[in-house]
């Protein structure tokens, strides 16, 4: 059924609940899992660019770090690759989808005030309007020990 999963992994609690549920999707239908990492590229960090040189780079190694910290610990359970790239992240994951031709997208949910939505405006239905596969948004709290069990691992080894 799943061939490829992809999952959309910054390092934040529903990041990891993404990267978990995507996980165990891959290791149950034998899938290959592609994590991504998107850095923000926002007109908030061009400006703090300007102001402060270097902070878009430490924000690229920070998130190059949670990726391959993801990558190395389910790298002995499951075929994995990880990708970093800079952008808008529904516009991003959407397109990594279509270049891996991912069966299912699986991203975190993080709640947010009807202010922040305005704001905001709706990523999610964007990137659900965008996709040809499966979208998988995790919300289920799998327990790092739950986790570990099912992919027969240490419970250390990944986030």
């Known amino acids: 059924m799943y061939k490829k999963v992809i999952v959309a992994y910054d390092g934040s609690r529903e990041g990891r609940s993404a990267l978990r549920e995507g996980a165990l999707v891959a290791h149950r239908f034998g899938a290959e899992l592609f994590i991504l990492a998107v850095v923000p590229e926002t007109v908030g960090m061009r400006v703090a660019e300007g102001t402060y040189a270097g902070c878009m780079a430490h924000q690229d190694d920070t998130?190059?770090?949670?990726?391959?910290?993801?990558?190395?610990?389910?790298?002995?359970?499951?075929?994995?690759?990880?990708?970093?790239?800079?952008?808008?992240?529904?516009?991003?994951?959407?397109?990594?989808?279509?270049?891996?031709?991912?069966?299912?997208?699986?991203?975190?949910?993080?709640?947010?005030?009807?202010?922040?939505?305005?704001?905001?405006?709706?990523?999610?239905?964007?990137?659900?309007?965008?996709?040809?596969?499966?979208?998988l948004i995790a919300?289920?709290?799998?327990?790092?020990?739950?986790?570990?069990?099912?992919?027969?691992?240490?419970?250390?080894?990944v986030a």
């Open 63 to 135: 998130y190059k770090g949670l990726l391959e910290e993801a990558v190395r610990g389910l790298t002995p359970h499951l075929k994995v690759r990880g990708k970093l790239v800079r952008g808008e992240p529904t516009q991003e994951i959407a397109a990594y989808a279509r270049e891996v031709r991912a069966d299912v997208v699986v991203v975190g949910h993080r709640k947010q005030t009807l202010l922040q939505r305005w704001w905001s405006g709706s990523q999610g239905a964007y990137l659900s309007d965008q996709l040809s596969c499966s979208l």
């Open 139 to 157: 919300r289920a709290d799998v327990s790092m020990e739950a986790f570990s069990e099912a992919l027969g691992m240490q419970p250390e080894v």
